[in-house]
T-cell receptor
Framework: DAGITQSPRHKVTETGTPVTLRCHQTENHRYMYWYRQDPGHGLRLIHYSYGVKDTDKGEVSDGYSVSRSKTEDFLLTLESATSSQTSVYFC??????????FGPGTRLTVL | GENVEQHPSTLSVQEGDSAVIKCTYSDSASNYFPWYKQELGKRPQLIIDIRSNVGEKKDQRIAVTLNKTAKHFSLHITETQPEDSAVYFCAANRGSTLGRLYFGRGTQLTVWP
C-alpha cells in the first residue's frame, strides 16, 4: 500500500461536537481527497486539494471543511457533527489523472 | 459535473463463468478510466485502468474495453473465482477538473463456487 494513513481509524461522537479526521501521506503526491462511503451511494467526494492551501468542494461538501497547510497532511473537519455524517471516510492521494491510492478508512459514528 | 452510470448494481455468477460490468460517462473530454475493487471491510484498490488512446487493455483474467464514440467502457472478468467477489467501481476523469475522478455507484459481484 502507498504511504497513506488515516487517524483515528474509529470514532464515536455525539451530535453537535466538532470532529477532525487526519490524512497523512509520505508519497509527496500533489492531490489529496476526502470521500465518504455509504451503502447504495458508492464513493462521494467531499473536498479535495490540488496543492498546499489549494482546496475545492466536491459533491457533498455541506457541513465539512478542510485544510492543507503541508503537502503531507489533509484535515477534514466536521464543525458540528450530525447523525447524517455517520459514515466511513476514505482519504486518497494521487498525481494528476493517475491512480488514486486510498487510505485504510475511518469509521465515524455520530450518536 | 461528470455523470458516470454503472450497471448492474449486483451481479451473481457461477465460478468459472465470465462477468461484465458496464459504465457510461458524459464528458467527451474524459481520457482516464480506472476500475477499483473493494473487498468487504477494505479500501478500494485499482485493478486496471485505460486511457483514451487505446481501445482495450488486458491483465491476465481482467480486461477493460473503451468505446469513445459511445462513451462507455466495460470491465470483463473471465474464469471467475470466489475471491473475485467484491464491489467494483468504475471512474472517469474530466477535462475541466484536473485530478478529480467521478465514480460510479458500484457493482456487487458474487461468485458462487
Amino acid at each position: 500500500d502507498a504511504g497513506i494513513t488515516q487517524s483515528p481509524r474509529h470514532k464515536v461522537t455525539e451530535t453537535g461536537t466538532p470532529v477532525t479526521l487526519r490524512c497523512h501521506q509520505t508519497e509527496n503526491h500533489r492531490y489529496m481527497y476526502w470521500y465518504r462511503q455509504d451503502p447504495g451511494h458508492g464513493l462521494r467526494l467531499i473536498h479535495y486539494s490540488y496543492g498546499v492551501k489549494d482546496t475545492d468542494k466536491g459533491e457533498v461538501s455541506d457541513g465539512y471543511s478542510v485544510s492543507r497547510s503541508k503537502t503531507e497532511d489533509f484535515l477534514l473537519t466536521l464543525e458540528s457533527a450530525t447523525s447524517s455524517q455517520t459514515s466511513v471516510y476514505f482519504c486518497a492521494i494521487s498525481e494528476q489523472d493517475n491512480e488514486q491510492f486510498f487510505g485504510p478508512g475511518t469509521r465515524l459514528t455520530v450518536l | 459535473g461528470e455523470n458516470v452510470e454503472q450497471h448492474p448494481s449486483t451481479l451473481s455468477v457461477q465460478e468459472g463463468d465470465s462477468a461484465v460490468i458496464k459504465c457510461t460517462y458524459s464528458d467527451s473530454a474524459s481520457n482516464y478510466f480506472p476500475w477499483y475493487k473493494q473487498e468487504l471491510g477494505k479500501r478500494p484498490q485499482l485493478i486496471i485502468d485505460i486511457r483514451s488512446n487505446v481501445g482495450e487493455k488486458k491483465d491476465q483474467r481482467i480486461a477493460v474495453t473503451l468505446n469513445k464514440t459511445a462513451k462507455h467502457f466495460s470491465l470483463h472478468i473471465t474464469e471467475t473465482q470466489p475471491e473475485d467477489s467484491a464491489v467494483y467501481f468504475c471512474a472517469a476523469n474530466r477535462g475541466s477538473t484536473l485530478g478529480r475522478l467521478y465514480f460510479g455507484r458500484g457493482t456487487q459481484l458474487t461468485v458462487w463456487p
